[in-house]
T-cell receptor
Framework: DAGITQSPRHKVTETGTPVTLRCHQT?????MYWYRQDPGHGLRLIHY???????DKGEVSDGYSVSRSKTEDFLLTLESATSSQTSVYFC?????????????FGPGTRLTVT | RKEVEQDPGPFNVPEGATVAFNCTYS??????FFWYRQDCRKEPKLLMS???SGNEDGRFTAQLNRASQYISLLIRDSKLSDSATYLC?????????FGAGTRLTVKP
């Protein structure tokens, strides 16, 4: 299994509070992704990174920001959590990116915003 | 037409059966195709990659039909352990869009 960890694995937070999720990889892969998964929608890309300090928006980026200061870490921040951000969040990595490539996923973070 | 579409199922089949499901895509520029398996409350895991017309790995066969823009996944001799949701993703596509998945339940 690819060395990808996510923390926390579960979190319950209140509306309006900031939340940061962390993705850590030991594979030295260049590309990292944040997805959310909701029933009926499948996986939707929030943000991705193609290198240290290089990030870009995905399909559902509103309300989220990301940072990547080291190759191994990709942080997802909800500046002010809303109930619509209750979801399962998956981080993924890939080596090549840009061109069609296999992605490997972390175990996910279950976030509940009350 | 959605970027990636899958029949959500569920497909309920007995052990030993052969089952197939399709994934249709709208972006004709897609060149590579991936099937992932996702168990309940777990992360997706790569099952198969398809870079040409198809791929076979044991009981699993993926077949690509570029003219009709779909890729199929065939599972032969189904096992109880094959019960999962199967996600497809054709790449490239806008926003790395995955299909919503097809749920398979294999019953004794």
């Amino acid at each position: 299994d690819a060395g990808i960890t996510q923390s926390p694995r579960h979190k319950v937070t209140e509306t309006g509070t900031p939340v940061t999720l962390r993705c850590h990889q030991t594979e030295n892969h260049r590309y990292m992704y944040w997805y959310r998964q909701d029933p009926g929608h499948g996986l939707r890309l929030i943000h991705y990174s193609y290198g240290v300090k290089d990030t870009d928006k995905g399909e559902v980026s509103d309300g989220y920001s990301v940072s990547r200061s080291k190759t191994e870490d990709f942080l997802l921040t909800l500046e002010s959590a809303t109930s619509s951000q209750t979801s399962v969040y998956f981080c993924a990595i890939s080596e090549i990116g840009g061109v069609p490539d296999e992605q490997y996923f972390g175990p996910g973070t279950r976030l509940t915003v009350t | 037409r959605k970027e990636v579409e899958q029949d959500p199922g569920p497909f309920n089949v007995p052990e030993g059966a052969t089952v197939a499901f399709n994934c249709t895509y709208s972006n004709s520029a897609s060149q590579s195709f991936f099937w992932y398996r996702q168990d309940c409350r777990k992360e997706p895991k790569l099952l198969m990659s398809v870079y040409s017309s198809g791929n076979e790995d044991g009981r699993f066969t993926a077949q690509l039909n570029r003219a009709s823009q779909y890729i199929s996944l065939l599972i032969r001799d189904s096992k109880l352990s094959d019960s999962a949701t199967y996600l497809c993703v054709p790449l490239p596509n806008n926003d790395m869009r995955f299909g919503a998945g097809t749920r398979l339940t294999v019953k004794p």
